[in-house]
């Protein structure tokens, strides 16, 4: 890290940087760089991923997360980090450090109940203005990134696929999604819009990660936000309310910009995909660390396979669904 910070004419001597690890990642390597007079992080692209499963995923990935931010930048100012450097025979860059003070975490304001539903709105009204900024760049966007494999690797194998190996019986149902996902070439896909990958900045939201961007279905970021303000009731069951609500909220946010296509299109493909998502992180090779109660596990399995087997096309109707089993088996929570 020393040695690009050099190379990328940063510092003169590497000596002068001081480099702390950061954490949470599990797909890089990333540090805080502090040097004379400023603050920056450095990300370098892993090709084995940090978990218990075998998961390796292309480190070129490197290269297009920084043409992402490139990009999401011009259709949502303020959406991406500052760039500073780029190293793309190492596989790595250079950006802004954000100050967690200023910048607070979204999983963590999640995590200890807070719920903002206009935050929320604005995740949706920024994802929905890079969505609807590419969609009429695809063709050019199509030649710029091509990462299917990637995004291939790093989320239909590792999260659908590997559920399927779990869930045999409904491996049908989930290869159809894969096709659905891989095959809508409507927008950029960012691929990872997680609360982790989302910083509440004094301007909105900064998206972070854009590790699996790749020109493909919105449905997918959508579904994949979504997911984790359903699976938050079971870290933090007070704040239950308060997720549904951010839930509504981000999907007002997104759908009333979408351009591209009818709204109920894609909220329709949203609705069908959120369940296996939901599902895959039990089962699949990313599980959340914070549902450990087996029977909170097996809740978010009833409810993913009931509506991959019965599927809904509004994502109110996967909400209320996840609101009615949570009734049932906790119903301190309503």
């Given at each position: 890290?020393r040695e690009a910070?050099?190379k ?21 390597d990333i540090w ?5 007079g ?6 370098r692209a892993?090709?084995?991923?940090k ?7 292309p480190?070129?990935r ?6 992402y931010?490139e ?6 100012p ?6 500073v ?9 250079v950006m802004q450090y954000?100050?967690?003070?200023r ?6 304001q999640l ?14 009204t ?7 900024y590419?969609?009429?760049?695809i063709t050019?966007l199509?030649e710029?990134?091509p ?5 291939y690797a790093?989320r ?6 590997a559920t ?6 409904l491996?049908?149902r989930?290869a159809?999604l894969i096709r659905?996902?891989?095959t809508?070439?409507?927008v ?5 819009v997680s609360?982790?990958?989302i910083?509440n900045?004094p ?7 854009a590790?699996c ?8 970021d ?14 933090n069951?007070a704040?239950?309310q308060?997720?549904?609500q951010?839930?509504a909220?981000?999907i007002?946010g997104y759908l009333g910009l979408v351009?591209w296509e009818p ?5 329709a493909?949203?609705?069908?995909l959120?369940?296996g ?14 549902i450990?109660e ?11 396979r ?8 509004r994502l109110?109707?996967v ?5 009615a089993?949570?009734?049932i088996n906790?119903?301190s929570?309503n």
């Amino acid at each position: 890290m020393r040695e690009a910070l050099v190379k990328l004419g940063l510092v003169q001597d590497g000596s002068t940087a001081i480099l702390t690890p950061l954490p949470g990642g599990i797909a890089s390597d990333i540090w805080k760089v502090e040097l004379p007079g400023d603050t920056l992080c450095i990300k370098r692209a892993l090709h084995k991923l940090k978990v218990k499963a075998n998961w390796f995923v292309p480190v070129e990935r490197n290269l297009y997360e920084w043409k992402y931010y490139e990009i999401a930048q011009q259709a949502a100012p303020g959406v991406s980090p500052g760039l500073v450097a780029q190293d793309a025979t190492a596989y790595l860059f250079v950006m802004q450090y954000l100050e967690p003070d200023r910048y607070p975490l979204w999983k963590n304001q999640l995590r200890d109940g807070g719920t903002d539903t206009a935050f929320a709105r604005q995740v949706g009204t920024r994802l929905a203005a890079i969505h609807s900024y590419t969609a009429a760049r695809i063709t050019q966007l199509a030649e710029e990134f091509p990462t299917d494999a990637i995004f291939y690797a790093s989320r239909m194998e590792s999260y659908l696929e590997a559920t399927a190996r779990v869930h045999t019986d409904l491996a049908p149902r989930l290869a159809e999604l894969i096709r659905t996902v891989m095959t809508t070439k409507h927008v950029l896909v960012h691929g990872d819009v997680s609360p982790k990958n989302i910083l509440n900045g004094p301007r909105g939201p900064v998206f972070l990660d854009a590790e699996c961007a790749f020109v493909g279905d919105p449905a997918f970021d959508l579904a994949f936000c979504l997911n984790h303000l359903m699976l938050k009731s079971l870290w933090n069951p007070a704040a239950h309310q308060g997720y549904a609500q951010c839930f509504a909220g981000l999907i007002d946010g997104y759908l009333g910009l979408v351009d591209w296509e009818p709204p109920e299109d894609v909220e329709a493909r949203t609705a069908h995909l959120l369940p296996g998502l939901f599902l895959a992180r039990i089962d699949g090779k990313s599980p959340v660390e914070y549902i450990t109660e087996e029977a909170d596990r097996n809740l978010v399995r009833a409810t993913a396979r009931l509506l991959l087997r019965q599927p809904v096309h509004r994502l109110a109707d996967v909400l209320a669904t996840w609101e009615a089993a949570l009734q049932i088996n906790h119903p301190s929570q309503n």
